[in-house]
């Protein structure tokens, strides 16, 4: 099935409405729901995560997470066919194991990157998992083609389970670090009215995340609506990881903290870019071509925007006590972020077809992106030198 989008608008919605069937809205249900779970409950386990793990090392919550999400993978296959009537409870576990993840990982990454190298570990760490984006997608979807029914989805998570398990065993080699000191829950908003350079950057993190709230659903639902076929998903997503390798490993290599203003205005018309090409038409093509352009320049907006509010926490000389609440405070505001897109977005469907409403979002979402490069070059990085 093809829908093709063009000038006039009258014609988008009669094109498109014509278009939409019920096998479309069961698809994007089933990607919109967990999502909503997965983002509220990472939200609420960065919270807890701080509570329970407090006075240990960012290195156990992180070896939780591998082990929750081990958790989550052989849930699945426990479920086999059931999981499908489970989607929002499958949505809130998975938050739960990586909310538990990302709450170590990010600390982690905070206390041993040294300031100079934080460029480069981001660069090379995008690069690195875009390489498992290359085979692990395309595994997939020559699995589930060739598997009939549930067969090949059970291999698939069978595969992931076993990826999370190596991953929990080296783990138990890396150095434990320092322990994270218990700040009270409301010290993570406290920073955010003390400071005004964080305030700045968490409304930056608010406004990156209802990006990120329509990227985990936008293409994929897009180019499977287009096609209805698992492989052409697998080769679309290891083509965009490819290319999101490739841009990595070049912000990695030429941009440096005098040049990320131009990276990140690079990355932000991009993606942009990227949009607009879904206004040309939504086959297949269109949509791989949105997925290449859009993967081939977020990296030069994303990973300055990930270093740069490390730099503002730099500056506060308490934050080896305090860097747990900076850190709960940015994660929340990125969920927030994503959950008001997710949330507009369930809302618009009820009135605009899903594939429109996705292409508005994702116009919407990058060109406010916009504001963020203006902020981060006007304001915040003159203050972190």
Not at 102 to 110: S, V
Not at 343 to 364: D, E, K, Q, R
Not at 369 to 382: K, L, Y
């Given at each position: 099935m093809t829908i093709r989008i063009a000038f006039p608008m009258t014609k988008i919605w009669k094109v498109v409405w014509n278009a939409l069937?019920?096998?479309?809205?069961?698809?994007?249900?089933?990607?919109?729901?967990?999502?909503?779970g997965y983002f509220v409950a990472l939200s609420v386990v960065f919270y807890a995560a701080s509570k329970v793990f407090h006075g240990q090392p960012p290195l156990v919550p992180y070896r939780w997470g591998l082990f929750l999400t081990m958790a989550f993978y052989g849930l699945l296959l426990l479920l086999s066919h059931h999981?499908?009537?489970?989607?929002?409870?499958?949505?809130?576990?998975?938050?739960?194991?990586?909310?538990?993840?990302?709450?170590?990982?990010?600390?982690?990454?905070?206390?041993?990157?040294?300031?100079?190298?934080?460029?480069?570990?981001?660069?090379?760490?995008?690069?690195?998992n875009s390489i498992a984006g290359v085979a692990a997608p395309l595994f997939s979807g020559f699995i589930i083609s060739t598997f009939s029914g549930l067969g090949g989805y059970l291999i698939v998570f069978a595969a992931a389970l076993a990826l999370y398990a190596a991953a929990l065993i080296v783990s138990s080699g890396v150095p434990m670090g320092p322990p994270m000191h218990l700040q009270p829950v409301t010290d993570s908003w406290r920073v955010v009215a003390e400071r005004p350079d964080w305030a700045l950057i968490i409304k930056t993190v608010v406004i990156r995340g209802t990006r990120e709230g329509i990227t985990s659903i936008s293409g994929l639902f897009l180019i499977f609506f287009a096609t209805h076929n698992a492989a052409l998903v697998g080769i679309y997503t290891a083509a965009t990881a490819l290319a999101r390798m490739a841009a990595s490993l070049l912000v990695t290599r030429h941009v440096r903290d005098s040049r990320q203003m131009q990276a990140m205005?690079?990355?932000?018309?991009?993606?942009?870019?990227?949009?607009?090409?879904?206004?040309?038409?939504?086959s297949w093509p269109w949509i791989?071509?949105?997925?290449?352009?859009?993967?081939?320049?977020?990296?030069?907006?994303?990973?300055?925007?990930?270093?740069?509010?490390?730099?503002?926490?730099?500056?506060?000389?308490?934050?080896?006590?305090?860097?747990?609440s900076y850190t709960l405070s940015r994660e929340v505001a990125l969920n927030v972020g994503r959950l008001l897109t997710v949330?507009?977005?369930?809302?618009?469907?009820?009135?605009?077809?899903?594939?429109?409403?996705?292409?508005?979002?994702?116009?919407?979402t990058s060109v406010i992106?916009?504001?963020?490069?203006?902020?981060?070059?006007?304001?915040?990085?003159?203050e972190i030198g």
């Open positions: 069937t019920q096998e479309c809205q069961k698809i994007f249900s089933h990607i919109r729901i967990p999502n909503i999981a499908g009537h489970m989607i929002l409870t499958l949505g809130i576990i998975y938050g739960i194991a990586q909310g538990s993840y990302w709450f170590g990982f990010n600390l982690m990454t905070f206390d041993t990157i040294d300031k100079d190298s934080r460029m480069h570990f981001f660069g090379m760490s995008g690069a690195i205005s690079l990355g932000v018309a991009g993606i942009i870019g990227a949009g607009l090409l879904l206004l040309a038409g939504s791989f071509a949105y997925g290449v352009l859009f993967a081939l320049t977020l990296p030069f907006y994303m990973i300055p925007s990930e270093t740069i509010p490390m730099g503002v926490m730099d500056n506060d000389p308490q934050i080896t006590q305090r860097r747990v949330a507009i977005l369930s809302i618009g469907v009820h009135w605009i077809a899903a594939p429109v409403m996705v292409i508005i979002l994702i116009l919407a992106q916009i504001w963020n490069v203006w902020a981060m070059g006007r304001i915040i990085t003159p």
